[in-house]
């Protein structure tokens, strides 16, 4: 099974500051790992899939880097709404794993 | 435009069963893995279950090992529904359960999800 660990576990910054989200496989998920955003209430939606790939309709601030057992996703200038849970997750092999999550909070 | 659309949550009691259902439309339900995600109030993502015919003639089901012997994942393409029969439930399978449509022609690439649907189990 691959473990995903994300890290930070909180991400506390202003709106316009850039994130940058880290997701560490234990051993390679080629390039097979995407990227959820999910809000309280809500179901997950899919923001970047194959590391670097953009989902329809997901703004080109949200962007996606990495191979193999270190990615890394990457929110150019925080908006409002982009404050939430990210997850990242693995599709190389089954059984599909999720890491723990990041929050993004407002400082 | 894809639509999916779960029941069958509810409070049950521990060691009884449930079936979950999602229906499904705007897209060839058939011919799309379709998965199963849950998550414990409070908690991250956790993968429950796959069906998928990519690169078969017949469909292949995957199992997390946590619901492994206890949850059946099946599919009705004449009427374009998954399922989840979920069996001997316990307290930890109490958690919001996430009906997910992969990208076709792939796997695990989750690229639409239901709202969910909440199952408690408790006596």
């Known amino acids: 099974e691959i473990v995903l660990t994300q890290s930070p576990a909180t991400l506390s910054l202003s709106p316009g500051e850039r994130a940058t989200l880290s997701c560490r496989a234990s051993?390679?998920?080629?390039?097979?790992l995407a990227w959820y955003q999910q809000k309280p209430g809500q179901a997950p939606r899919l923001l970047i899939y194959?590391?670097?790939n953009r989902a329809t309709g997901i703004p080109a601030r949200f962007s996606g880097s990495g191979s193999g057992t270190d990615f890394t996703l990457t929110i150019s200038s925080l908006e409002p709404e982009d404050f939430a849970v990210y997850y990242c997750q693995q599709r190389s092999n089954w059984p599909l794993t999720f890491g723990g999550g990041t929050r993004v909070e407002i400082k | 435009e894809v639509q999916l659309l779960e029941s069958g949550g509810g409070l049950v009691q521990p060691g009884g069963s449930l079936r979950l259902s999602c229906a499904a439309s705007?897209?060839?339900?058939?011919?799309?893995?379709m998965s199963w995600v849950r998550q414990a109030p409070g908690k991250g993502l956790e993968w429950v279950s796959s069906i998928t015919n990519i690169g078969s003639t017949s469909d292949n089901t995957y199992y997390a090992d946590s619901v492994k012997g206890r949850f059946t994942i099946s599919r009705d393409n004449s009427k374009n529904t998954l399922y989840l029969q979920m069996n001997s439930l316990r307290a930890e399978d109490t958690a919001v359960y996430y009906c997910a449509k992969a990208r076709e022609g792939t796997n695990g690439l989750l690229e639409y999800w239901r709202q969910g649907t909440l199952v408690t189990v408790s006596s």
């Open positions: 194959d590391t670097s």
């Open positions: 051993q390679s998920a080629r390039s097979y």
């Open positions: 705007g897209f060839t339900f058939s011919s799309n893995a």
